[in-house]
C-alpha cells in the first residue's frame, strides 16, 4: 500500500522518551506524551516497564526485556530525525545499559534526565546497583537533571553525618558529567517552592512559585517533559527551565482528582481556558524555524 502522505510536509520537533507505562496517565509514558503534544512536539516512545499503579501508588513493576527497549529506539531512531532524548523510569541496569550504548551513537542531540527513584507514595523505583549505573553511564551524557532534594541528595551518595546542602549536591552532580541540574524544591519546608538550576560555575537561575496544596502525581515527569519540549522548540536551556516551570505551575494549578489518591496535573489546561494559549506561541522561537523537512 503507497502512502499518501507528503515527504515534503513540514512537522514538529521531535523527541524521543524512554519511560514506563502509567495505566492511570497521571505520570510515566502517558505524561510524557501529553506534555510533549501538548507543547507543540511529535512524541516518540519507548517503554522501558510496565507497572501496576493508580493515583494512590505503585503496587508492581515489571522491566522489559533489555533487548526489547534497545530494538524500539532503533527502529524509530533509524526511521526519524530526534531533537531531543528524555528519559525517565529506566527498571532495571540492564535497561540503563542497553539506553546508555544507544545515546553514545547520538552525542550531539540533547538528554534531559528526570531520575525517578520512588513515586509520591514513596514506592521504590531504583535500585543501589540502578543509581550506580545511571551515576556512571548517564550522568555523564546528560544536559540537565531534573531531580527533587530527596533525589538530589540520594543521588550525590553524601555520607556524611549531616544532611548536604542542594548546593553541595548539585556541585557533585556537576561533577559527575552533567551540564546543568535544576533542583526542585516541593518537598524543601519553605514558604514557596524554590527551584534552581546550577552549572559548572554554580547558580544559573533561581525561581520561586507558590505553593499549591494537596499531592500531584506526575509533576516531575511534567516538568521534564516541559523542558525537553521547550529545548526541541530552539529555546536556550535557561529560558526552556524558566517556561517549563510556567508551564507545570499551570498544569498543577488546573489539576483535578478523578481518583482516591493525588490530583492529575491537566496537561491541557491551555485548551479549556479562555484566557490561557498554548505554550508555544508567538512570545517564543517561531515554529516554522523549529519544523523539520525530509
Not at 492511570?24 to 510524557?32: E, H, I, L, V
Not at 521547550?230 to 517549563?244: C, F, K, S, Y
Amino acid at each position: 500500500m503507497s502512502s499518501t502522505a507528503d515527504p515534503t510536509a513540514d512537522f514538529p520537533p521531535i523527541v524521543l522518551t524512554f519511560a514506563a507505562s502509567d495505566p492511570s496517565g497521571g505520570a510515566g509514558m502517558q505524561a510524557d506524551i501529553l506534555t510533549l503534544a501538548s507543547m507543540g512536539c511529535h512524541p516518540l516512545s519507548v517503554l522501558t516497564a510496565i507497572t501496576v499503579q493508580d493515583t494512590l501508588g505503585v503496587e508492581g513493576l515489571q522491566p522489559l526485556d533489555a533487548e526489547w527497549v534497545a530494538d524500539q529506539a532503533r527502529c524509530l531512531l533509524e526511521d526519524m530525525p530526534v531533537d531531543v532524548f528524555k528519559i525517565g523510569v529506566l527498571g532495571s541496569v540492564e535497561n540503563i545499559t542497553a539506553i546508555a550504548e544507544i545515546l553514545s551513537d547520538y552525542p550531539d542531540v540533547p538528554l534531559i534526565l528526570d531520575p525517578i527513584l520512588a513515586s509520591g507514595r514513596g514506592d521504590e523505583l531504583a535500585s543501589d546497583e540502578m543509581l550506580q549505573a545511571l551515576r556512571e553511564l548517564l550522568l555523564p551524557r546528560t544536559l540537565i537533571l531534573t531531580p527533587n532534594s530527596t533525589e538530589a541528595r540520594r543521588l550525590a551518595d553524601a555520607e556524611d553525618d549531616e544532611e548536604p546542602s542542594l548546593a553541595a549536591c548539585a556541585q557533585c552532580l556537576v561533577q559527575a558529567g552533567c551540564e546543568y541540574v535544576l533542583i526542585t524544591g516541593t518537598h524543601e519546608p519553605t514558604p514557596q517552592v524554590v527551584n534552581t538550576l546550577y552549572g559548572k560555575a554554580g547558580v544559573v537561575r533561581s525561581d520561586s512559585w507558590e505553593r499549591l496544596p494537596g499531592s500531584y502525581h506526575g509533576s516531575g515527569c511534567t516538568l521534564a517533559s516541559a523542558i525537553a519540549a521547550m529545548i526541541a522548540n530552539g529555546l536556550d536551556l535557561p529560558e526552556a527551565v524558566r517556561e517549563a516551570q510556567e508551564y507545570t505551575w499551570n498544569t498543577l494549578a488546573k489539576a483535578y482528582r478523578p481518583g482516591m489518591g493525588q490530583f492529575l496535573p491537566d496537561r491541557l489546561f491551555w485548551a479549556r481556558d479562555e484566557e490561557s494559549e498554548p505554550p508555544v506561541g508567538e512570545d517564543h522561537a517561531p515554529r516554522s524555524s523549529n519544523l523539520h523537512r525530509h
